[in-house]
């Protein structure tokens, strides 16, 4: 992979762990210390000698997609600095095996306390979740605005968002991020990402700008209010997305049962109406319309005057039934499956609201600084 040089000096800095350190460390990567399963691979909790808390990404095939993902991975993390954005702690590179190591959420993710195994606790009352919804909006600000070359995440979605001891959200993986050049809204790629979350323009024609972030950001900030998952599966079979099921409730104001029924009545209503029409305007279909993360956390902070303003409606997007059927992996029943929205295809080169061929176009090598970071666009 391409040489990058930690940064010395800086409490947050990071380095390089032999694989034998990850190895002790994890208990030998044991299904016991195992916190989950991604598109690239395994995620474990270790210690390190020195007592720190650590989550390593081991991934799984190593080939040259993997490793080409793991070098840009390593790259943007490596200059990210916001307490909203988790951060690179260190990797591990053996000649058959690539491993990211970050720092150990306790709280784990949002994923995990809206719809998995502490989602029974309600330990994310209200007011942890306009944190989270805000905190996470300034995570993905940062990467639009203030990071150098601009970055889009591409996969903000629960399971992206961790939480640390404070419930403060740190958005995490930036395995799919690209970097922009200057100058370019937006690039043609491959589709990757979850559905339920994507952006129609991605989903159909490859089409990437900040809007895509804007969209999942929007469908995140629904889930976070409604406690609802992206795409649900109804009795029979069918499935929902969470746009769909919202549309009608917001458009005859029947804000009450849009909250999330876990939170037993205890919200805040003004919040809850200002959330739903934020989350309205990032899921408009149309890109152009929808506002910019600057604007969106100004919303959500109360400063913009047009996140109270009720007059608009969402228009869902209608995913096709075969479409749906990309969604899961399998037809087991998912109530408490946390993977349970990972499965469109990563090999897909197609658009997944349609069978149209998103354009290809060949990898480029970026440079920048004394980096060489190979790109897939
Ligand atoms: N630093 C961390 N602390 C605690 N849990 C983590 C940490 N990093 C990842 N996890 C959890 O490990 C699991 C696997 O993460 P991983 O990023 O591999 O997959 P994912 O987020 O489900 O999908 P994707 O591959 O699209 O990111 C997730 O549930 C994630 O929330
Ligand atoms: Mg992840």
């Not at 040089?5 to 210390?33: C, P, Q, V």
Request: charged share 30%; with cysteine.
């Amino acid at each position: 992979m391409n040489s990058i040089s930690a940064m010395g000096g800086n409490t947050n800095s990071w380095r390089i762990f032999t694989y034998k350190e990850l190895h002790t460390a994890t208990n030998g990567f044991t299904e016991d210390n195992k916190l989950g399963e991604g598109g690239f691979g395994s995620v474990y909790w270790g210690k390190t000698s020195d007592g720190l808390q650590i989550a390593v990404k081991k991934l799984k095939a190593m080939n040259s997609k993997a490793e080409m993902e793991f070098a840009l991975e390593v790259e943007v993390l490596g200059r990210v600095r916001h307490k909203n954005l988790l951060g690179l702690r260190g990797y591990c590179v053996g000649s058959d095996q690539r491993l990211i190591v970050y720092d150990y959420m306790p709280n784990l993710s949002l994923l995990s306390h809206l719809h998995g195994q502490l989602a029974d606790d309600v330990r994310l009352d209200w007011k942890k979740r306009m944190k989270v919804a805000i905190g996470s909006a300034e995570g993905i600000l940062y990467l639009h605005h203030d990071v150098t070359p601009h970055i889009i995440h591409r996969d903000i979605k629960a399971s992206n968002v961790l939480l640390d001891s404070d419930f403060e959200p740190l958005v995490a993986d930036f395995g799919f991020a690209k970097l922009i050049p200057e100058g370019v809204s937006h690039m043609t790629t491959r589709i990757k990402g979850t559905l339920g979350y994507l952006a129609p323009e991605y989903a159909m024609w490859g089409k990437v700008s900040w809007s895509c972030d804007v969209y999942s950001f929007g469908i995140l900030l629904l889930e976070i209010l409604t406690g609802r998952k992206p795409i649900e599966k109804l009795p029979g079979g069918l499935k929902r997305t969470i746009t769909e099921w919202a549309e009608p409730l917001i458009l005859q104001g029947r804000f009450k049962e849009l909250v999330d029924p876990k939170l037993r009545g205890d919200f805040d209503e003004d919040q809850l109406k200002q959330g739903i029409n934020v989350a309205a305007l990032c899921v408009q279909s149309e890109s152009e319309k929808r506002p910019n993360m600057k604007e969106v956390v100004n919303m959500l902070k109360g400063y913009d005057p047009r996140g109270k303003e009720m007059d608009l409606r969402i228009r869902s997007v209608k995913y096709k039934e075969e479409l749906l059927a990309l969604d899961q992996p399998s037809d087991d029943d998912d109530d408490d499956d946390v993977d349970d929205y990972t499965g469109v295809p990563d090999e897909s080169e197609y658009g997944i609201f349609s069978a149209l061929e998103v354009q290809k176009m060949q990898d480029t090598y970026k440079h920048y600084g004394d980096k060489k970071v190979e790109k897939h666009v």
